[in-house]
Nanobody, 121 residues
Framework: QVQLVESGGGLVQPGGSLRLSCAAS????????MGWYRQAPGKQRELVAT???????NYADSVKGRFTISRDNAKNTVYLQMNSLKPEDMAVYYC???????????????WGRGTQVTVSS
């Protein structure tokens, strides 16, 4: 079964940095676009950044210039480098992957369980 597991969350002071990782495992035929989303308490889940299999990236306006998404296709892993963190970045961060599972012929969306990012002094 396909799983996405996030890691790297934690507590950081404003202006600090964190690097999130998300590793996909299981019977994956093709791992296509991957991305990071976040959800703060009482708020709608929102897109943070995406990256295609070819390396094209897209960022929410609120994180442009501060966050960088990247991937290692050999490791089936996507990363989110977060710099200059602000209190408004505090949320649960979720990894999302668009992939084709072995034995299927369709693109499906998979989600990780999330990792908490807390920005506080």
């Amino acid at each position: 079964q396909v799983q996405l597991v996030e890691s790297g969350g934690g507590l950081v002071q404003p202006g600090g940095s964190l690097r999130l990782s998300c590793a996909a495992s299981g019977s994956i035929l093709s791992l296509n676009a991957m991305g990071w989303y976040r959800q703060a308490p009482g708020k709608q889940r929102e897109l943070v950044a995406t990256i295609t299999s070819g390396g094209s990236t897209n960022y929410a306006d609120s994180v442009k210039g501060r966050f960088t998404i990247s991937r290692d296709n050999a490791k089936n892993t996507v990363y989110l480098q977060m710099n200059s963190l602000k209190p408004e970045d505090m949320a649960v961060y979720y990894c999302k992957a668009d992939l084709v599972r072995a034995g299927t012929y369709r693109l499906d969306n998979y989600w990780g369980r999330g990792t908490q990012v807390t920005v506080s002094s």
